[in-house]
């Protein structure tokens, strides 16, 4: 039938790093110069649900409707996506003549964001893992996540990881054809499943600097940044996947404060610097200090991406001192209550 509209619908989850990806070695590949690692965040919450259908009835281009809008996929990344799941369903058709012939059919992309986009949460990781996901889902492609991690990567590097639930690292591969930069799973999400994370919405402007431009600045000017990828990064790497291995919240606290304080130190040191966290961010990390302390202990654990927005991570039965204790913390802490950070949810994890 001609007319015959194949359809395939698909969400993926926002992912927060805990080891921040910051840096390309290959900006056309998006291969980085350095390993990862994050948290897949609930479905229910943050997410990207896209619908991809093809038909021998469309005409024209392919086009994608995001959030209500048209958007423009003519963009190298986006149409790198596009080649590569063509060309793995072409050889499928090939290999199979009585399969429809849905490679050379036009496709209409339908994507809804449930956050703002582009405000530093990540929205260009579920939005391309779910633009990944949803073609390889339409064209049925036998892939595994792992695989389609090397297709969601050329669409934004930390896509990659939007593939997988749970705790799951970007290796960053040595290959110059990157095939060997992809994502795999370190833990699923059963395996530590009383993380929970708390979105801190300081701004839901779009950021100033995109990651892109500010990974390019950062490799070019920052002195400190080679001190990171060779020395603190990889070592990083290592003991947040021992905590992660262990349960050991303190352990993976610390590494993910450290590790997001050396990513903003390293954005500060490029010349001109660049400040992704505002006054109103820093009266966060001093609130989740304050908890901790309170605590006499580490409960709660900062991070921000390019972006003003605080991710704060604590285990549920910590729940009544971290939330608790926020309240009290930022009317405690001067600025907080002028400023326009919202607590935006409580979030569980999904594998
Ligand atoms: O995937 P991109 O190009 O949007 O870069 C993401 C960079 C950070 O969010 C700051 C870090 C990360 O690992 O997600």
Avoid at 5 to 21: D, E, F, G, L, M
Avoid at 50 to 67: E, H, K, M, V
Avoid at 114 to 123: D, E, M, Q, V, W
Wanted: aromatic share 8%.
């Amino acid at each position: 039938m001609a007319d015959k509209v194949y359809r395939a619908s698909t969400t993926a989850p926002v992912n927060i790093a805990v080891v921040k990806y910051w840096g390309k070695r290959d900006a056309k590949l998006n291969l980085p110069t350095n390993s990862s690692l994050s948290v897949t965040l609930s479905q229910d919450d943050l997410r990207t649900l896209t619908t991809a259908s093809a038909s021998a009835s469309y005409s024209g281009d392919d086009t994608l409707i995001l959030n209500g809008e048209v958007s423009d996929i003519s963009g190298a990344r986006t149409q790198a996506c596009l080649r590569e799941l063509r060309a793995r369903r072409a050889a499928l058709e090939a290999a199979n003549s009585d399969l429809p012939k849905l490679s050379t059919y036009p496709l209409k992309i339908v994507s809804e964001n449930n956050f703002p986009t582009a405000a530093g949460l990540a929205s260009s990781a579920a939005g391309f893992a779910a633009l990944v996901r949803a073609i390889a889902d339409l064209y049925e492609l036998p892939e595994s996540p792992s695989d389609l991690s090397l297709i969601a990567r050329q669409g934004s590097g930390s896509a990659c990881r939007s593939l997988f639930g749970g705790y799951v690292a970007w290796r960053m591969g040595e290959q110059a054809d990157g095939l060997d930069s992809r994502a795999d799973l370190v833990a699923e999400a059963s395996h530590w499943p009383d993380m929970r994370a708390l979105i801190l919405v300081v701004s839901a402007a779009k950021k100033g600097v995109s990651s892109s431009s500010g990974m390019q600045q950062t490799v070019a000017t920052s002195g400190m940044f080679k001190e990171r990828i060779t020395t603190v990064v990889p070592k990083m790497m290592d003991l947040m996947e021992e905590s992660i291995k262990n349960k050991d919240f303190e352990q993976f606290a610390e590494v993910t404060m450290r590790d997001s304080n050396s990513f903003h130190a390293t954005c500060a040191d490029t010349y001109p610097p660049i400040f992704y966290m505002n006054d109103v961010s820093k009266t966060a990390i001093r609130a989740v200090e304050y908890i901790n302390a309170k605590a006499g202990r580490t409960v709660a654990a900062y991070t921000f991406d390019a972006g003003p927005n605080c991710v704060v991570y604590y285990l549920e039965k910590d729940a009544p001192t971290v939330l608790g204790t926020f309240y009290q913390a930022l009317s405690s802490v001067s600025g907080w209550k002028e400023g326009t950070a919202s607590v935006k949810s409580e979030f569980q994890l999904e594998d």
